[in-house]
Nanobody, 118 residues
Framework: QVQLVESGGGLVQAGGSLRLSCEAS??????????MDWYRQAPGKQRELVAR?????HTNYEDSVKGRFTISRDKNTVYLQMNSLQLEDTAVYYC????????????WGQGTQVTVAS
């Protein structure tokens, strides 16, 4: 079992910044194994992968956030630094990982709302 607890969402003006955090715990989480992701889901749209970081620190990003968002991790916490926020970034952001011994078992955080205002 893995528990993911997110924080850091809120309301921000376009062009502003926010940092999301996600703390992982539980026997199914091993920092040296688990890949950590941030997804987002905007109203009326499908959930999409925003950023990913592997256990070795390799990262990749969805095209629209490249150069603006940075994913990082420190032991049991993964962060998403979001700069130059745009109206289109408004969504509920979810932290995601998998069981360290069973990659097909997914775990999701509760979600945190990010609202970018003009």
């Amino acid at each position: 079992q893995v528990q993911l607890v997110e924080s850091g969402g809120g309301l921000v003006q376009a062009g502003g910044s926010l940092r999301l955090s996600c703390e992982a715990s539980g026997r199914g989480y091993v920092a040296s194994i688990n890949t950590m992701d941030w997804y987002r889901q905007a109203p009326g749209k499908q959930r999409e992968l925003v950023a990913r970081i592997t256990s070795s620190g390799h990262t990749n990003y969805e095209d629209s956030v490249k150069g603006r968002f940075t994913i990082s991790r420190d032991k049991n916490t993964v962060y998403l630094q979001m700069n130059s926020l745009q109206l289109e970034d408004t969504a509920v952001y979810y932290c995601h990982t998998h069981h360290s011994l069973a990659p097909t078992i997914d775990y999701w955080g509760q979600g945190t709302q990010v609202t970018v205002a003009s």
